[in-house]
């Protein structure tokens, strides 16, 4: 009951109230409310959950490994996918985070995770043995049409040549198979942007360090012109995620095994990292405010997509 002592409507009847109001009075701007939108993905989650679980996990997997996941059309509901993967590859699996949530996922597939990096593998080797380790470059790996999901969580944009990269990639999985991928958004990053103006003012100009700045991830429609002529369907879509933090200093530390990372590599003495490390503290001041509480939120673009061959 509402405080008129109304009953209060179901979700489904929101839905149809909103989609009558809809058709018959106010085309758009009905449809551009946020609350139909959320009653809408209720009721979507629901047929969702009855209707199809096969691959529901693809998402979820991306979702488990990097954040809530936001709620769009499922494009496996649509009809071209009907059987579980039974070979999945996880590319850049790192200590493997990624790889065990793709076990749990899917029990009877065969699984191989892939690292360029002997110390992730060795680690990863250690929490399961119920997975195919393998030491190996995702720039040169290519083995077509042998899995029937492709999974790189956080790994590509490391990587050069998005277009054939992608492409290669997206050829490798069988034919209605999957490609999946997240990344940052770096193209729309203000905290990379951030780092690479303090690498280009003045101070540090004299440092060979702009060049650090590898813009790797590209845009949602460049992605889309070279998937979707080999896609019989193609999702996309960004998240951005906003961090809690206690202060400013967070976001330096968050960023230092990341994109901060190959900066201070570029710099040869301890001294001068921090030195590079203070004027970035500065810039994060400027760019993010303090909020009420004294705390900062942290904003972090993420691209996601998924390709169906
Ligand atoms: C941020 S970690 C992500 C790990 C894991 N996918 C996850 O979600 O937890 C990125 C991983 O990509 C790996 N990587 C980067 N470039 C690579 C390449 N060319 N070939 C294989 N792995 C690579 C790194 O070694 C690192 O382990």
Known sequence: MDCRGNRKLTVAENVRLQDSIHRHDFPGIIMSLPILEMFRRRARNRRKKTRCRKFSGIRNSICATSGKEPNRRSIWRQGSI?????AIIDLGCGPGNSTRVLRERWP?????GLDSSTAMIEKARQTSDAIDWRIGDIQIWYEPNRFDLIFANASLHWIENHESLTKRLLEAVKPSGIFAFQ????YNQPVAQAIHDVSESPAWKSHPLSDRYTLRTHTPGEYYDWL???SKQLQIWETVY?????????IVDFYSSTGLKPYLEGLPSAELKNEFKT???EAFCNLFPTRRNGKVLFPFRRIFLIAVR
């Open 82 to 86: 009907s059987t579980l993967p039974a």
């Open 108 to 112: 009877a597939a065969h699984i191989t």
């Open 183 to 186: 990344m940052p958004a770096l």
């Open 228 to 230: 979707a002529p080999l």
């Open 242 to 250: 906003f961090h809690e933090l206690a202060n400013h200093e967070a």
């Open 279 to 281: 004027s970035v503290l």
